[in-house]
């Protein structure tokens, strides 16, 4: 075994660096860009670097969110969401959806992207995206220490009802991940990644 000099801290006491470690620790994550819309119709479009998928059947995703945003209000009331895959061409565009605006501002208009209609549930996806999720509210879960005190953080589960996928993904009827150019969060305020073919390889499970 490595001997290691370790930087130990407790969370509840502070971490003592610049930064705090834990997110660029647990990273890369993918991206959580969630389109959704109010029962006024008002509809909004943020990203959420707490995101990742939870079950194969159904298959489910989820985001969460620290305080209570327009996105989860919304999903509450509506019971609908999608999520929209950030591509590196789209990534400045993912970023000017992370300004605080008030609850009536268009979202897909202040980052210039379109708002196309879903099939199944009365949110629209980002047209510039080349694959998104339709998704039903299946939890919304109210996170809590390990005290039982209530955090200010919501865990927002969908079902994925229907996907989109841009045909030019698929080869010899397999997704290529890296053919996306999907970036994820990699910590900091400001930190991302791209994920290229050249950056994967390949492992055989044992079973």
Same mark, same amino acid.
């Given at each position: 075994m490595i001997e290691r000099d370790l930087h130990f801290y407790e969370p509840k006491n502070g971490h003592g660096l610049r930064h705090d470690p834990f997110n660029a620790i647990i990273a890369p994550r993918p991206i959580g860009w969630i389109s959704s819309r109010d029962p006024d119709g008002h509809v909004n479009l943020a990203p959420y670097s707490f995101f990742n998928a939870f079950n194969y059947t159904p298959p489910i995703i989820g985001f969460s969110s620290t305080q209570w945003k327009d996105?989860?209000?919304?999903?509450?009331d509506t019971g609908e969401f999608v999520w929209n895959l950030v591509t590196r061409d789209l990534a400045t565009h993912m970023n000017a959806t992370a300004a605080h605006v008030a609850r009536e501002v268009d979202e897909?208009?202040?980052?210039?992207? $379109? *708002?196309?209609?879903?099939?199944? =549930?009365?949110?629209? +996806?980002? #047209?510039?995206?080349?694959?998104?999720?339709?998704?039903?509210?299946?939890?919304?879960?109210?996170?809590?220490?390990?005290?039982?005190?209530?955090?200010?953080?919501?865990?927002?589960?969908?079902?994925?009802?229907?996907?989109?996928?841009?045909?030019?993904?698929?080869?010899?009827?397999?997704?290529? $991940? *890296?053919?996306?150019?999907?970036? =994820?969060?990699?910590? +900091?305020? #400001?930190?991302?990644?791209?994920?290229?073919?050249?950056?994967?390889?390949?492992?055989?499970?044992?079973?």
């Amino acid at each position: 075994m490595i001997e290691r000099d370790l930087h130990f801290y407790e969370p509840k006491n502070g971490h003592g660096l610049r930064h705090d470690p834990f997110n660029a620790i647990i990273a890369p994550r993918p991206i959580g860009w969630i389109s959704s819309r109010d029962p006024d119709g008002h509809v909004n479009l943020a990203p959420y670097s707490f995101f990742n998928a939870f079950n194969y059947t159904p298959p489910i995703i989820g985001f969460s969110s620290t305080q209570w945003k327009d996105s989860v209000a919304n999903i509450k009331d509506t019971g609908e969401f999608v999520w929209n895959l950030v591509t590196r061409d789209l990534a400045t565009h993912m970023n000017a959806t992370a300004a605080h605006v008030a609850r009536e501002v268009d979202e897909f208009k202040l980052a210039g992207v $379109t *708002a196309v209609p879903s099939k199944f =549930v009365n949110v629209p +996806r980002v #047209g510039e995206s080349p694959v998104a999720f339709e998704c039903k509210v299946t939890q919304i879960i109210q996170l809590q220490g390990a005290d039982g005190t209530k955090a200010q953080a919501w865990l927002t589960l969908g079902e994925v009802v229907a996907v989109h996928i841009d045909k030019a993904l698929i080869k010899d009827g397999v997704y290529q $991940t *890296a053919l996306a150019h999907p970036i =994820v969060r990699a910590g +900091r305020r #400001g930190d991302y990644f791209e994920i290229k073919a050249e950056d994967m390889f390949e492992m055989i499970r044992p079973d």
